[in-house]
């Protein structure tokens, strides 16, 4: 079993930035595929981001050029770097793992999911 414990949301306006962080349990971590998700009041909830050793990263087109996503094995944490945030940017994102390295955009997979943080964004 692994939990995901995310924070680091909050209310920003835009063109700011933050920075989500999602602290996993287990001790196999560095096997884990890694995700971001987010969700919209309203909307299916989408890809954001997502990192594993053998594809690399992959990022939705709406972030490419402004979310980072990043991850430290030594503190079983990832990370999301989010930089000139939009509106549209405003959603529930949640960490999500996959234990046999789905890193792709579908969020069926993906086998555990943290509780998700707000991120707000003002224009």
């Known amino acids: 079993q692994v939990q995901l414990v995310e924070s680091g949301g909050g209310l920003v306006q835009a063109g700011g930035s933050l920075r989500l962080s999602c602290a996993a349990s287990?001790?196999?971590?560095?096997?884990?595929?890694m995700a971001w998700f987010r969700q919209a009041p309203g909307k299916e909830r989408e890809f954001v981001a997502s990192t594993f050793w053998s594809t690399g990263t992959k990022y939705a087109d709406s972030v490419k050029g402004r979310f980072t996503i990043s991850r430290d094995n030594g503190k079983n944490t990832v990370y999301l770097q989010m930089n000139s945030l939009k509106p549209e940017d405003t959603a529930v994102y949640y960490c999500?793992?996959?234990?046999?390295?789905?890193?792709?955009?579908?969020?069926?997979?993906?086998?555990?999911w943290g509780q998700g943080t707000q991120v707000t964004v003002s224009s």
């Open positions: 287990g001790r196999t971590f560095s096997t884990y595929a």
């Open positions: 999500a793992a996959d234990p046999r390295g789905y890193s792709g955009t579908q969020y069926q997979p993906y086998d555990y």
